[in-house]
């Protein structure tokens, strides 16, 4: 089965069964078999030209969307996070997963397999007004379409290209012109809602490991100078310090493979904890089976992302002073300055003011805040308001640095001045990194001047300012779009077979018989506008979710098991 292929479930019919269910009522017979009758008509209409049920079963879509995947309470510092299964439907089990919060890699060959999400496709109505679901489809929707290669094939992914455009994906980031155009291209940006949908965590500082909590070599968040003190676990408090910013940073300390197998075993320790670049870390593509012997795709996962979201919670006990959050990509500095007494705020970026506006924050209490730089854009949360709009966006100078400097070993900041404050609920996140080529690197001959051959190589390496060259110079790709055709990406860039490995098997050549279908002269990248099913709608029922006693009735089935209401969710 192909790594991207969407199954057609049987859950369309079950969804169809629920409904004429919930529709019938008692009475005669002939009022029974009537309302049979429309209940049917009306599922059928419903599954046919409005909604149709899938199910999916490989994991090109994650972390959006699940295929067959394992399901992991991070046993060191009990974040969840979900492993890639696919692979244990063969002869050698799913062994090892590792947490993306900690670096911690768990045994998991007992854990049970959970199918694939199942969803709800709206089906595309090109005839139909926008209000009720109708239009053509719009950039970043999750897209269900049939597979120009073999169209009999379903497959899902998220839509980054429209008719009649050239997009280019450089550095993590989608960007775009108009087709036939010498203008720069510029970056696409994804709207909130997208944009939140698709970050993937970073580090929750909620969920320390617990064979490291006595080791403060470990700890992320660090203050620079006196000023923050740790009350407990996850909680840091600053006290007045006149006009002197006291500033607090996180430095991305995740113990390497053999740190962690040192740590297991309560041996030295090889080398030294240090801070490293933040890359596109997939906790979802670290599986490994009983049989692979050596398997770098559990941490070789190198592309520097430098599109990151600070989310916190903020107790103001003295409403003087002033707080600050920063964020730094490529060396520059990203700032949201808010005045503590009277709300007013500001964002600036490399020292220079881009925006002011008045927050909710004054006169002292809590507030959830949330800081993002991601798609060169600069956007705020205050609880659910948006003191910014969609955000301050930017472009970059072109005598700014594009590779990671020293700087960014540090990219967070927290500071404050002149007041009384307490932090909490500390997490960060990053965007979805599309690499130019699935299982490919975007970096020159320059990243391999020096073997990587175990881990500790790649955290030497990314840990190392002086070395931070090799990611300067990053490939970049160009994929004109005609009329009438989109462009796919799968959201698990690394290993989605997505719109940049596909071939034209389906292209028919003159004169040539049994060659193909399609004679339009499709790039292989391209998906013609009439293959597109529908867009995916909503996950129903991702899967069951077991509880106490957790009786096991085989390696996947557990009862009784409760509707995993969490991860239902409106599809972005």
């Keep these: 089965m192909s790594l991207d292929q969407v199954d057609r479930g049987t859950t369309s ?28 008509i009306i599922a059928y209409v419903v599954k046919s030209f409005a909604f149709e049920a899938f199910v999916i079963p490989t994991g090109s879509m994650a972390p959006t969307l699940m295929g067959r995947h394992k399901e992991i309470d991070c046993p060191q510092c009990g974040f969840r996070y979900s492993v890639n299964a696919s692979e244990s439907a063969g002869s050698a089990p799913i062994s090892l997963g590792t947490c993306v919060n900690c670096r911690y890699a768990a045994e998991i060959r007992t854990e049970p397999n959970y199918k694939g999400d199942r969803i709800l496709v709206l089906k595309t109505l090109f005839d139909l007004p926008k209000e009720i679901g109708g239009g053509l489809p719009k950039r970043w929707d999750v897209t269900v379409f049939k597979y120009p290669e073999e169209p009999e094939t ?9 008719p009649d455009e050239e997009l280019r994906i450089e550095r993590g980031n989608i960007y775009t012109r108009k087709l036939g155009s010498k203008d720069p291209f510029h970056v696409e940006r994804k709207t909130l809602d997208h944009q939140k949908a698709m970050q993937i965590m970073v580090n929750d500082d909620s969920n320390r490991p617990k064979a490291l909590k006595d080791d403060p070599r470990w700890n992320h968040w ?32 995740v113990p390497d493979p053999g740190q962690w ?6 041996k030295t320790i090889p080398g030294t904890p240090r801070s490293s670049l933040i890359t596109d870390f997939y906790a979802y593509n670290t599986f490994l089976t009983s049989d692979s012997s050596y398997d770098k795709s559990s941490w070789f996962q190198p592309h520097w992302v430098g599109d990151l ?36 705020s500001k ?19 809590r507030f959830h805040i949330k800081f993002a730089n991601v798609d060169d854009r600069l956007t705020v949360w205050i609880g659910h308001r948006l003191p910014y709009g969609d955000g301050v966006a930017y472009v970059p100078d ?11 070993l540090q990219p967070v900041g927290i500071a404050v001045r002149d007041s009384s404050v307490t932090v909490s609920r500390l997490s960060l996140t990053r965007d979805i990194y599309y690499s130019v080529f699935p299982s490919g690197f975007d970096y020159g001959e320059n990243l391999w001047s020096t073997p990587i051959m175990e881990s500790r190589d790649l955290f030497d390496l990314l840990s190392d300012p002086k070395r931070f060259g090799v990611f300067a110079e990053a490939r970049h790709q160009d994929f004109p779009i005609s009329t009438g055709h989109y462009m796919m990406m799968g959201d698990n860039s690394p290993l989605s077979k997505d719109s940049r490995a596909w071939g ?24 013609p506008e009439r293959l597109i099913v529908g867009k995916a709608f909503m996950v129903y029922w991702p899967h069951g979710r077991p509880i106490w006693p957790k009786i096991q009735i085989n390696p996947d089935f557990f009862l009784p098991f409760r509707p995993y209401f969490e991860r239902m969710k409106v599809i972005r």
């Design 309 to 344: 979201t600070v989310d916190l919670l903020l107790q103001v006990d003295k409403p003087t002073g002033e707080f600050r959050v920063e964020l730094v990509e490529a060396g520059v500095a990203n700032q949201f300055v808010v005045d503590l007494k009277t709300g007013k």
């Design 13 to 40: 019919q079950a969804v169809a069964s629920k409904t004429v269910l919930k529709s019938s009522h008692e009475g005669s017979w002939r009022e029974s078999l009537e309302s049979f009758i429309v209940a049917f």
């Design 222 to 253: 660090r203050s620079q100078e006196a000023g923050w003190k740790v009350l407990e676990d996850g909680l840091y408090e600053a006290k007045p310090s006149g006009d002197t910013w006291q500033d607090m940073r996180y430095e991305h300390r």
């Design 398 to 408: 072109p005598s700014e640095k594009t590779g990671p400097q020293a700087a960014d």
């Design 347 to 365: 964002i600036l970026r490399a020292g220079k003011q881009l925006a002011e506006a008045q927050t909710t924050i004054r006169e002292g209490g």
């Design 504 to 527: 034209v098997r389906d292209k028919k050549e003159p004169g040539l018989n049994g060659s193909g279908w399609d004679e339009t002269g499709r790039q292989s990248w391209e998906v």
């Design 261 to 266: 197998r040192a740590i297991n075993t309560s």
């Design 154 to 162: 379903n497959y899902i992914k998220r839509l980054v290209g429209m």
